[in-house]
């Protein structure tokens, strides 16, 4: 059988499946086979072909436990959480699912919503966190948020506030391990020079960016930069080394979510020094 013949043998199999039913769904709406089949297969051209990304670290990644993936933020457009979703899936001896917390806005969008809940991620609220991790499961989360991604250009690759530390205190709660993680490349992707704030405030989003070529192209502006990327993950940091009770101490949640920062932040560094030119070979 040609490689043509297996994959639309594979596809027809696949739609098959999905109208009689015949596909795994867990409680929080995660499907494996459409994630894997249909989803990523979207992106990987992107993660491959036109960001190049490459990783580093994956071995701190557990195989077959719970684990909280901590990573910093960036891009304009949050296409960095799709990339990682890619790299822990694709290159991970385990292939292992990502299971993203996400900000509200995207839940409260019908389609984007829809699709997240599909391929494994949930609301960035306390007991769905808990869960996941209880259950085993490695979970991402992007402490910097809005604040992160929406950065201007200017303050590239300069971690933002990590808030209360709600992450910190999950993993200390289930006692998984915390894995630093560093993204270098989403920066450059769409470079943040103005913000809409009017027009943002209007649609109801955070901000409205504004790049050396959006809006002024119009659509063709939202084609991203296609900079060269790193994924690095750093050795895990402890959580069974606390109570559970600990998760309660806002002194104890302070410190090791300054510790989890300052990790990121050396990563950062590190990997840009490793990457050089945002565009090889360009310049």
Not at 84 to 99: N, T
């Amino acid at each position: 059988m040609s490689d043509v013949d297996r994959r639309v043998a594979e596809l027809l199999a696949l739609l098959r499946r999905r109208v009689t039913g015949e596909y795994e769904v867990d409680e929080f709406g995660f499907d494996p086979e459409l994630t894997d089949k249909v989803l990523l297969e979207l992106i990987r051209p992107l993660y491959r072909d036109w960001f190049r990304v490459e990783t580093t670290g994956m071995e701190h990644v557990p195989a077959d436990s719970g684990a909280l993936v901590v990573a910093n933020h960036s891009g304009t457009i949050p296409l960095d959480g799709l990339m990682l979703q890619v790299a822990l899936h694709d290159h991970h001896p385990a292939r292992r699912a990502l299971r993203l917390l996400g900000a509200d806005l995207v839940y409260r969008l019908p389609l984007l919503g829809h699709l997240a809940r599909k391929s494994g991620h949930t609301l960035a609220c306390r007991e769905d966190a808990d869960r996941l991790l209880r259950k085993g499961e490695l979970v991402g989360v992007f402490p910097e948020g809005f604040k992160g991604v929406g950065k201007p250009f200017s303050e590239r690759y300069r971690l933002q506030r990590f808030g209360r530390g709600g992450f910190v205190a999950s993993a200390i709660r289930a006692q998984t391990p915390i894995v630093p993680c560093a993204i270098v490349g989403a920066e450059e992707i769409y470079p943040k020079i103005g913000d809409l704030r009017l027009l943002a405030r209007a649609l109801g989003l955070p901000y409205l960016p504004v790049t050396p070529l959006f809006p002024w192209l119009g659509p063709l502006g939202a084609v991203p930069l296609p900079s060269k990327w790193v994924i690095g993950f750093g050795e895990p940091v402890r959580t069974d080394e606390f109570d559970p009770a600990d998760a309660d101490d806002p002194m104890v949640v302070f410190h090791l979510t300054d510790q989890i920062r300052e990790i990121i932040q050396q990563q950062l560094n590190e990997l840009r020094l490793r990457r050089g030119h945002a565009f090889p070979p360009f310049f």
